[in-house]
């Protein structure tokens, strides 16, 4: 594994006996919910050979997880029922659900789980103890199990009861989706093949410095885009008009640029801009002529020149990271820049490409370009993903190191 993580032993999923035994078992469900529904089922399949795995030995299986930000508090509009009702579907078995992790109703259901067996509890958030990992709660959710499997890759990187407080109480492993994950994380930041890319989006820079920090030791090209490109472009001292701006990171931002400049690493920046005086739906766009925005006007997309360049270096790459859109994708006016660059990680992908994708946004991007079966990997932890490659070591991992 990966620098400081290689000092972490992990034990796998598939070296466990575990045969007929009661096992708890965390994993992410933070999904979109839609008309009491679930509107994108990906999080719970990436969770179904582990899953399946469980239930093929004989496992009474007790599932934990979290939707949302509930702030502590039950509050239906953040009950994970709608996703054991699609665990079930997607399963074809009955998923037994309690409404509440902790207490003698949770406590029964789990208990009286039969071999092959699964079941469902409410959202972990539910409790204030789940993020401040305190107040005997994890204790309480150990006694579901006399095992632990850790799978919800998404949350790893929080230090909270079901990540890094659980396997104080129990013995337990990775499950099936967090070893793929750090399998291909391991990939990108250990052995590359190269051109080696990292595509770099989103709105802040703020939370995306440590891993540019580290990535640009390793890529052979950086690419920036999103909200975040006008803070570098200041740092350039370009005209960025009223486009988004970090103020505070532009130190930040020039010294990843000088850095990639000592190390030979080409950075690439938007050449030219969507713009608009407001950003509204209806606000009559306009392309720039260079990478100057005038005065009055916001930066909401990369423009023609700019995807004409990043398809380039995108097709001409062979490992590919990219995390965070080119621009404010939700308005179907500025989706365009950030539908190209899926559109082409996917094209490099078919060519031989191996590309590695992290965060919700870039893969609501994926979907939307219709090219999500078209990337190497999707990662489905963007904070976790962000934190590993930055090379810190993840809460959760560290837990359950032997
Ligand atoms: P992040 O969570 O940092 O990855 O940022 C994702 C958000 O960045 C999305 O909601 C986008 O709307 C936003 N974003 C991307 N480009 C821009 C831009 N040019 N101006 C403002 N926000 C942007």
């Known amino acids: 594994m990966a620098d400081s993580q290689q000092t972490l032993k992990l034990r796998r999923l598939q070296d466990m006996n575990l045969r007929g035994a009661r096992v708890l078992a965390r994993v992410d469900y933070n999904v979109p919910l839609k008309d009491g529904g679930v509107a ?12 399946r795995h469980l239930l093929d030995v004989g496992a009474k299986v007790t ?39 902790v207490g003698p109703e949770a406590h029964t259901v789990s208990a009286q789980l039969g071999s092959g067996e699964l079941a469902l509890l409410e959202n972990l958030r539910f409790h204030p103890e789940e993020e401040s990992n305190g107040g005997g709660f994890a204790q309480e959710l150990s006694r579901h199990g006399e095992f632990f499997v850790q799978d919800a890759f998404g949350a790893l990187h929080r230090a909270h009861a079901s990540t890094a407080g659980v396997p104080k109480y129990l013995p337990g492993c990775i499950g099936l989706l967090v070893q793929k994950e750090l399998e291909f994380l391991d990939r990108v930041i250990g052995n590359p093949q ?47 008009g009223k486009s988004l701006l970090e103020k505070a990171s532009i130190p ?23 713009t608009v005086g407001e950003l509204k739906d209806d606000c009559a766009a306009k392309i720039t002529s260079g990478m100057a925005i005038s005065p009055d006007q916001i930066g909401a997309d990369i423009g023609p020149r700019s995807i004409e360049i990043f398809s380039q270096v995108i097709s001409d790459s062979k490992t590919i990271f990219w995390n965070g859109p080119m621009g404010v994708f939700e308005m179907e006016p500025f989706a365009r820049g950030s539908v190209a660059v899926a559109k082409a990680v996917a094209r490099a992908t078919g060519k031989g490409a191996v590309s590695i994708v992290g965060g919700g946004d870039s893969l609501a991007l994926l979907n939307k370009a219709k090219v999500a079966d078209k990337v190497t990997h999707c990662s489905t932890g963007g904070g976790a993903s962000l934190e590993f490659l930055e090379g810190r070591v993840l809460p959760g991992l560290l837990a359950l190191s032997q």
Do not use: W
């Open 40 to 51: 994108d089922d990906t999080r719970i399949r990436e969770t179904l050979p582990t899953l």
């Open 63 to 101: 599932l934990v997880a979290h939707l949302g930000r509930p702030s502590g508090k039950p509050n239906p509009k953040y009950s994970l029922k709608p996703v054991a009702e699609r665990l079930g579907q997607l399963l074809k078995t009955r998923v037994h659900f309690a409404s509440d992790c």
């Open 194 to 240: 190269r051109p080696f890319l990292a595509i770099l989006g989103g709105a802040k820079v703020s939370d995306k410095i440590g891993v540019m920090r580290r990535l640009v030791e390793r890529i052979d090209t950086l690419v920036v885009g999103g909200g975040m490109a006008y803070t570098f472009l200041a740092a350039q001292n370009v005209e960025i």
């Open 252 to 274: 930040d931002a020039k010294s990843i640029i000088e850095k990639a400049y000592n190390r030979g690493v080409e950075c690439l920046l938007p050449a030219d801009h969507v």
